[in-house]
């Protein structure tokens, strides 16, 4: 299957910094990536869709000025989550649809963020 | 927007035992049903899927069956090994074109007991 790089796997940063996260698609074009975030023993929510050339589709509830997402080429979507703080400490991770045009989805090997 | 329900939250299962997790969705018009296996830490791995189009699913130990008119699918694993313990999700496509989204149930933790 397709596969998607997701870095860094891990990073502890201070309160009120900023974390860029980033999601690439390896030997296939990805013009829709989407961004989900999971908590400890939780389900995975969709926090936005990430269209490569235009803005991203926020999710109710998920603050777009927090959580900046950029698409700016077919093989690579970033999430920076801005001013993080200890509630923003969670797993984050992207996903691709297949490039053979299905349903499916691959996901991005995740990173844990721990905001002190 | 689609809901997912899924059960149970947890499931012990004795190794060689079989384990069945059902999920129920809420928007008739879905048509596109995986299930993702997910260990401590790491990524979702899609292990079966299955299109409204059919009722049942097979792939070695693994099946999902399919009710569209009662609105659930489950997954079912039969002779469980220890290396089946995960985490694993149901999830439903809805949407169209474009816009089209994939909402995941809560998970449920498998424990296989050798």
């Known amino acids: 299957g397709a596969v998607v790089s997701q870095h860094p796997s891990r990073v502890i940063c201070k309160s009120g910094t900023s974390v860029k996260i980033e999601c690439r698609s390896l030997?296939?074009?990805?013009?829709?990536m989407f961004w989900y975030r999971q908590f400890p023993k939780q389900s995975l929510m969709l926090m936005a869709t990430?269209?490569?050339?235009?803005?991203?589709?926020?999710e109710q509830g998920v603050e777009k000025d927090k959580f900046l997402i950029n698409h700016a080429s077919l093989t690579l979507s970033t999430l920076t989550v801005t001013s993080a703080h200890p509630e923003d400490s969670s797993f984050y991770i992207c996903s691709a649809r297949d490039p053979q045009g299905n349903e499916k989805l691959f996901f991005g090997s995740g990173t844990q963020l721990s905001v002190l | 927007g689609e809901n997912v329900e899924q059960h149970p939250s947890t499931l012990s299962v004795q190794e060689g035992d079989s384990a069945v997790i059902k999920c129920t969705y809420s928007?008739?018009?879905?048509?596109?049903f995986p299930w993702y296996k997910q260990e401590l830490g790491k990524r979702p791995q899609l292990i079966i899927d299955i299109r409204s189009n059919v009722g049942e699913k097979k792939d070695q130990r693994i099946a999902v069956t399919l009710n569209k008119t009662a609105k659930h699918f489950s997954l079912h694993i039969t002779e469980t090994q220890p290396e089946d313990s995960a985490v694993y999700f149901c999830a439903a496509l809805w949407g169209s074109g474009g816009y089209q989204k994939v909402t995941f149930g809560i998970g449920t933790k498998l424990q296989v007991i050798p």
């Open positions: 030997d296939f074009q990805a013009t829709t």
């Open positions: 928007d008739s018009a879905s048509n596109y």
């Open positions: 990430s269209n490569e050339g235009s803005k991203a589709t926020y």
